[in-house]
């Protein structure tokens, strides 16, 4: 099993522009989350997923951030337009649901200059 | 408002011997706590977790115990490895493990 796979690995952007990071959950999952982890403010969740409906985007900062999941297996996180203040580790992570712990992607690494 | 607290940034222990990592919380409506591991570059791995009606679970080298009253839960690794250095998140959860409120993170570094 490939694990839950997050793309890019890095992303470097100016501010304004739009920034697109992507995640396939493993297959099999039916919940699936974005986290982001900055110095300040650690890991906090953004938006959960189950069977690709959005249950819970309370942790959205602001409206520049959108979720989406056309199906299963993929999932996408965009920011438009991006600022310096988004610059963190976003992580894709999913589950089998309820009491199931989370596994998660690799991350990327986001830079917005 | 901060739920779930890990008060120790970082920690340095001898191979072998016992490492314990703490973790406080604040919501007495948190059911479920997990504990994951994160290498640099990688993201977190599940390691154990525990259900708030249980006060031990164990795993190989590795326990976790839940003291309901005091709001404290720790993570006890025995023998430590070197391997086993790595950052260490708590977790909590209402409900669904997945919507978890996690701690700062404790450092371990275990040393040969």
């Known amino acids: 099993d490939a694990g839950v796979i997050q793309s890019p690995r890095h992303e470097v952007t100016e501010m304004g522009q739009e920034v697109t990071l992507r995640c396939k959950p493993i297959?099999?999952?039916?919940?699936l989350f974005w986290y982001r982890q900055t110095m300040m403010r650690g890991l906090e969740l953004l938006i959960y997923?189950?069977?690709?409906?959005?249950?819970?985007d309370s942790g959205m900062p602001e409206d520049r951030f959108s979720a989406k999941m056309p199906n299963a297996s993929f999932s996408t996180l965009k920011i438009q337009p991006s600022e310096p203040r988004d610059s963190a580790v976003y992580f894709c992570a999913s589950s089998l649901g309820w009491k199931s712990p989370l596994h998660f992607g690799n991350g990327t690494r986001l830079t917005v200059t | 408002d901060q739920q779930v607290k890990q008060n120790s940034p970082s920690l340095s222990v001898q191979e072998g011997r016992i490492s314990i990592l703490n973790c406080d919380y604040t919501?007495?409506?948190?059911?479920?706590f997990l504990w994951y591991k994160k290498y640099p570059a990688e993201g977190p791995t599940f390691l154990i977790s525990i259900s708030s009606i249980k006060d031990k679970n164990e795993d190989g080298r590795f326990t976790v115990f839940l003291n309901k009253s005091a709001k404290h839960l720790s993570l006890h690794i025995v023998p430590s490895q070197p391997g086993d250095s790595a950052v260490y998140f708590c977790?909590?959860?209402?409900?669904?493990?997945?919507?978890?409120?996690f701690g700062d993170g404790t450092t371990l570094t275990v040393k040969p």
């Open positions: 919501n007495s409506m948190f059911d479920y």
């Open positions: 997923f189950n069977n690709n409906v959005p249950i819970d």
């Open positions: 977790a909590a959860s209402v409900g669904n493990a997945g919507k978890s409120t």
């Open positions: 297959s099999g999952h039916n919940s």
